[in-house]
């Protein structure tokens, strides 16, 4: 049985032009479009598996469609995690560029 709260490690970098983001899940495509057309950095890309090996990441949409990567044993995490953890790379992102 998994805990009703999670904490995992969501890291992001920044040198020169390029920001990059480490998430400790395996994240579907759209996610990291997502990222990278939302990153204040010219080239962004996103590490995926780092710093833990927590499962599927699966989007919004994607939970409702039920396939695999959304079932229990699969994915660990609430329905809206991946709008949460996206937000939260960005957040830090825009934080990095600005200093």
């Given amino acids: 049985k998994e805990?009703?709260?999670?904490?995992?490690?969501?890291?992001?970098?920044g040198i020169g032009d390029l920001g990059i983001g480490a998430l400790p899940f395996e994240v579907f495509a759209e996610t990291g479009l997502e990222i990278k057309q939302k990153s204040p950095f010219?080239?962004?890309f996103i590490m995926e598996l780092a710093n833990g090996a927590e499962r599927y990441l699966p989007t919004p949409e994607q939970h409702e469609?039920?396939?695999y990567e959304a079932w229990i044993g699969s994915n660990?995490?609430?329905?809206d995690a991946t709008v949460?953890?996206?937000d939260h790379i960005i957040n830090q992102f825009q934080q990095?560029?600005?200093n």
């Fill in 65 to 67: 469609l039920g396939g």
């Fill in 3 to 13: 805990p009703d709260v999670k904490s995992v490690i969501v890291q992001t970098f």
């Fill in 96 to 98: 990095i560029k600005q």
């Fill in 42 to 44: 010219p080239t962004t």
């Fill in 84 to 86: 949460i953890l996206v």
């Fill in 76 to 79: 660990i995490v609430q329905k």
